[in-house]
């Protein structure tokens, strides 16, 4: 077994033990509704989570992702509820701006050699400027399609019922893992993650592989908008604020390292997973405040970091990205 998929493993041993531990305080989060709710409530944040995987892996960061949501939901509430803007048009509408934004900030990265950092910094301040000036407050989303779509759902067994956010979500880690681990766009990814120079050196479209990580990920930011916007029905200029860090959050727990050439899309679900449990043991309890999941949070985070030093996942990041051979 490959000592770089160590900290997947390490994710998913993880996850089972606090679920095992949270079944033994409270019996009924073995039922199907929790692990059902656990996806339906998470929706966006797995999204999310899923562009910021791959900018992960090529060594980058997106801090704009959590604003370009807010972004999306404004967009939405604005088109449909004042403009009486068709969804399904709105919905293309912000998705292709959303892709658009993001291939824009990858172009800056490469050409203009800006620090991701900075760059998708000012990107966040960008969105969320924007936002604030279509409305400071809360607008509503009344519309027959909306409260459909946000209310369907496959029922299951037990009484339990995965919403269609959850499906599409799901459906968006399996072309998540697809796209990063079984193409050469994915292969690419992972030589740029592991050393810039030498995959220049091995013939990688550095260019065109730069502007389309962070197009892929205004893609995603723009998916989980929409997610959000029918999760609440409303759009809000301050929603997702600080969501950017939870998001990154779930790519380290599930073994992605933020210095590049490593991670899984499944590491980085179980890592989603985790977050959504630790939320609900808390509203389980009832007497934890909510700050208790982000204490708990760092506290993963610093576990993880250190797991991947024991396991030498820094020191192999450089030779054992997948799909070397397929770069060169």
């Known amino acids: 077994m490959s000592r770089n998929r160590l900290p997947t493993l390490l994710t998913i041993g993880v996850f089972l033990l606090i679920y095992a531990g949270c079944a033994l305080q409270f019996p009924t989060m073995l039922s199907a509704r929790v692990g059902a709710n656990l996806l339906n409530d998470s929706a966006y944040l797995g999204i999310l989570a899923i562009g910021m995987t791959i900018v992960i892996v090529s060594g980058g960061i997106d801090l704009s992702v959590g604003a370009a949501m807010a972004f999306t939901t404004m967009l939405l509430a604005v088109a449909i509820a004042n403009w009486g803007m068709d969804p399904w048009l709105a919905f293309a509408l912000a998705l292709a701006i959303g892709t658009a934004f993001g291939a824009l900030l990858g172009a800056a990265i490469h050409y203009l050699e800006a620090p991701p950092f900075i760059a998708t910094l000012t990107a966040m301040f960008l969105a969320r400027g924007a936002c604030l000036m279509m409305s400071g407050d809360s607008i509503p989303v009344r519309h027959p399609l909306y409260q ?22 799901l459906l968006a880690f399996a072309a998540g893992g697809l796209l990063l681990h079984r193409t050469r766009f994915g292969a690419s990814v992972f030589a740029i993650g592991g050393n810039r120079h030498s995959a220049i050196l091995l013939g990688v479209p550095v260019a065109r592989t730069t502007i389309l990580i962070y197009a892929v990920s205004g893609f995603c930011a723009a998916l989980a908008g929409i997610a959000f916007s029918l999760y609440t029905q409303a759009g809000y200029a301050l929603s997702g604020v600080g969501l ?3 998001v990154i959050a779930a790519a380290v727990i599930g ?51 250190l797991a991947q030093r024991l396991t030498g996942a820094e020191r192999l990041r450089l030779w054992n990205f997948p799909g070397r051979s397929r770069a060169a």
């Open 148 to 169: 459909a779509l946000g209310e369907a759902a496959l029922p299951l067994p037990g009484g339990a019922r995965l919403s269609l956010l959850a499906i599409v979500m």
């Open 244 to 246: 950017e860090l939870d």
């Open 255 to 305: 073994g992605a390292l933020l210095s590049g050439g490593a991670g899984t899309m499944v590491g980085t679900f179980f890592g989603m997973l985790i977050q959504a449990l630790i939320l609900t043991y808390i509203v389980f309890d009832g007497t934890l405040s909510s700050w208790w999941a982000k204490i708990a949070t760092g506290a993963l985070l610093f576990a993880f970091v």
